[in-house]
Every structure is written in C-alpha cells, then in structure tokens.
C-alpha cells in the first residue's frame, strides 16, 4: 500500500530483482521488475545478477536511491496508494541528485497516488498542490507555491529567500 | 632515579622496558574500550528488535492484513505531541494530506517533518 523511500536508503546484499522482492506477498513478474528497473532510469546498473555487497556496496548511492525509488512502487502489486519521500536526495551530490530528482519529478507529475514529499530543497516542490510549512509544532501555512509567496513576511517566501 | 641511571647503566634500559610495557598494556584496555562501545550498539539494536516482536501487532501473512483497498484524505486533527515531558512536537496540529494529489512538507529541521511521517507510519 505505502511507499517510502528515505534518505539513506537500505539495500539487502542479494540480486536487484530480490531487493525488490522484500516484504512483497505475491512475488514480482519479471517483465514488472524490467518495467519498474526501466522507470528508474538503471541501464546503468542494471540488469545484474550479482549479490550488491554489504549495505549495497557495490553500487553506487545514486543506484541505492533508484533501487529503492522501484522498490517503493512495486508496493502493492506495482500500485502503491501511498507515496512517501523523505528528503529522497539529500544525501547524494550534484549529478547523482539531479538525475534521481529527474526521476522523482516523472512520478510527481503523474499523480497516480498520494504523494507526500518532505523537502529540504524547496526548488523540488515547487509544483506541489499544497504545501504545508511547519513550525513551532504547528502547520503555519498552507498552499500553492504562488498562494505562499503572496504572503508578506510569510515564512515559505522568507525561506526560499534564505 | 637519575642517580641510579647514571650509576648503573643497566637500569636505564629497564625503565625503557617497564615503560613500553605499560604503554602495550595501555593499548590493550583502549582496544577493549572500543569493543564495549561496540558491544552497546549490539545490545541496543537487540533491545529494539525484541522491542519490536514483542510489542507490536505481528503481520505474518496476507491473513492478518486488514483489507484496506485504498487511502482516501489522512486527517490530523488537533494533534499533540512530545517524545518526552519537556519538548512538546506538536501542539495542536492539523494537517490534511489530499488524496491523489503532491503533499509537501517543509520547515526548518526540528520542526516536525520526519515526526509526522514516524507518526503515520505507526513507529
């Protein structure tokens, strides 16, 4: 049902196609992982039939990220109804961020489950339906990106300024 | 000390002995130290995997799942809470995450976000 893909994502020391295996009741289909591998942009890490080492050594921690982007939507028979991204790419680097936000931007835009995205990089959500600003343990704002930024003084248009 | 140095040559080398001797000793506790720092993770990571089978609700097959087919709009309403007496989360919070639709959370650290999703997550 739920979806999540973390900062530092864990990767299991087995095949790819058994990392997206886990905790699934009814098993993958190959053409499901090829389909999901595809989604995720992985020619270059993928197909592979060797074990990924420990915590997923042997690939990079760009790949980590796409395994578990495809690992988090083969939820649910390849239908997550819930989507959650925690700051999906604050621990990678230039390149590597860019090419897993390019990836994330595709499922964002689909809006084929709820998504929710919790962002250090407000450029990332800029185009969400709502954003909600937290602070002192409350929501302070609510709203589209343009909504927030017509709030004088409002906290989301002084952060993105900061 | 100096003076039995200097009387008797022989003496010098034994205290460069006793000396290394106790510095190897001395290596060997530092190792051990390292070793129950270790050993303390090891417990902690035990504590909390017992924590978990004994505590929470055990989903072995596909028969203990509730049969939820999907997820409308998640509610927080007039939400409160602390981790512990003194630092309140969340005092009074209400938040609405839209079916089908880009939720985003942000705030400055501290504020919250990952607690929500803990708090959704039933961890």
């Known amino acids: 049902m739920v979806g999540y893909v973390g900062q530092d994502s864990i990767v299991f020391d087995e095949t790819i196609d058994e990392n997206l295996q886990v905790g699934l009741f009814n098993r993958l289909e190959n053409n499901q992982i090829e389909t999901l591998m595809k989604k995720v942009n992985s020619s270059d890490f993928y197909p592979n039939e060797n074990k990924l080492g420990l915590k997923g050594s042997n690939i990079s921690g760009g790949q980590r990220q796409r395994l578990a982007i495809a690992r988090a939507l083969a939820r649910n028979n390849c239908q997550p109804k819930l989507l959650i991204l925690d700051e999906a790419t604050a621990a990678l680097d230039g390149k590597n961020e860019e090419e897993v936000q390019k990836i994330l931007n595709e499922i964002l835009e689909s809006r084929n489950c709820t998504l929710i995205v919790v962002a250090h990089r407000l450029s990332t959500i800029k185009n969400a339906d709502y954003i909600n600003v937290l602070a002192e343990g409350s929501v302070k704002e609510c709203g589209t990106h343009d909504e927030l930024m017509k709030i004088e003084y409002g906290l989301y248009k002084s952060m993105l300024n900061a | ?123």
């Open chain 2, 1 to 123: 000390m100096i003076v039995i140095l200097l009387e008797d040559p022989s003496q010098f080398f034994n205290l460069i002995t006793a000396f290394l001797t106790v510095m190897m000793s001395f290596r060997a506790v530092i190792t051990g130290i390292n070793n129950i720092t270790d050993l303390k993770e090891s417990l902690e990571s035990c504590e909390r995997i017992f924590d978990l089978s004994e505590n929470h609700e055990m989903i072995r097959d596909e028969s203990d799942l509730k049969n939820i087919t999907d997820i409308d709009n998640i509610e927080f309403k007039n939400i409160e809470f602390r981790y512990n007496e003194n630092a309140k989360v969340f005092n009074n919070l209400n938040l609405t995450i839209h079916k089908n639709k880009f939720n985003a959370l942000v705030g400055y650290s501290g504020g919250g976000k990952s607690t929500i999703l803990n708090l959704l997550l039933k961890l």
